[in-house]
């Protein structure tokens, strides 16, 4: 499954609803509470500016679902907010394809999202804390349906066209 990346509540959120092993950057798992919660829940970590780290975590992922575990993964990179970020990497679609397995899309919007979204110079603690004090703690998860790698040719094509879908229901839900 993909989802975007509207907040730091998805590395702890997609795992609690659905059974999946997420890649996550590795200084999540020395992340107060949260790294814990990743840990047990099977969290694959990455060091993003590592392109070994980036092709070994590529590889643990395509075994993770050759050996019939689901996995969650974040095409934007990273937490980019309310908006969808300009553009995906193509880690998600090239294990697809690799795998043959479909991508379940998911698109996650928080109704009081300033509250959810990491503002600059934000710790974790403070992000914690704005979170558990909101009023209005509600996200939506929009499940769509299946998308097939068999209907595209590369992980480019596969990639802009999911895309495509991320901006259109940008615009359905948040617009």
Request: one cysteine or more; hydrophobic letters at 45%; aromatic letters at 12%.
């Amino acid at each position: 499954m993909i989802a975007n990346h509207p907040s730091a509540l998805e590395d702890v959120g997609i795992p609690a609803f659905f059974a999946v092993r997420s890649l996550a950057k590795h200084e999540v798992a020395n992340w107060f509470l949260v790294g814990k919660i990743a840990k047990a829940a099977g969290t694959l970590f990455v060091e993003r500016e590592s392109k070994a780290s980036r092709q070994a975590a590529q590889q643990a992922l395509i075994d993770a679902v050759n050996a019939g575990h689901n996995i969650a993964l974040y095409p934007e990179g990273g937490c980019k907010g309310r908006r969808i970020a300009p553009r995906f990497l193509f880690g998600a679609f090239a294990t697809s394809l690799a795998t043959g397995v479909p991508i379940l899309p998911v698109f996650l919007h928080h109704e009081a999202q300033a509250e959810f979204e990491w503002q600059a110079g934000e710790h974790l603690l403070h992000k914690i804390w704005r979170i558990a004090s909101s009023p209005n703690r509600v996200v939506h998860y929009h499940i769509f349906n299946p998308i097939s790698p068999a209907d595209y040719p590369d992980k480019e094509t596969y990639t802009a066209a999911v895309y495509a879908l991320y901006l259109q229901w940008q615009q359905r839900f948040l617009d």
